[in-house]
């Protein structure tokens, strides 16, 4: 099994910046991607940004320019540094973790974006 521990969530005012990060740990053998997804109320889950063993790196057209994905492969993490924040950004993100085994995903962390 794969475990996956999320943290850095919380409440911003728009214009800020927040980080998330992303633990890997358990039966992880090899990493074919590490991304991270965003669920809001009422709306599917949705692609935020992903980025595979390579380093190749895709973004929602929502938060390109604004958001970056990077791994620690020594580490099995990876981040997410989110700037210019803005209330439409207000969701729980999921980090998701796919290997030749499967498809694994965190419990999620709420990302609040509010004056």
């Known amino acids: 099994q794969v475990q996956l521990v999320e943290s850095g969530g919380g409440l911003v005012q728009p214009g800020g910046s927040l980080r998330l990060s992303c633990a890997a740990s358990?039966?992880?053998?090899?990493?074919?991607?590490m991304g991270w997804y965003r669920q809001a109320p009422g709306k599917e889950r949705e692609l935020v940004a992903r980025?595979?063993?390579?380093?190749?790196?895709k973004y929602a057209d929502s938060v390109k320019g604004r958001f970056t994905i990077s791994r620690d492969n020594a580490k099995n993490t990876v981040y997410l540094q989110m700037n210019s924040l803005k209330p439409e950004d207000t969701a729980v993100y999921y980090c998701n973790l796919v290997n030749p085994r499967g498809n694994y995903w965190g419990q999620g962390t709420q990302v609040t974006v509010s004056s």
């Open positions: 358990g039966s992880i053998f090899s990493i074919n991607a």
């Open positions: 980025i595979t063993s390579g380093t190749i790196t």
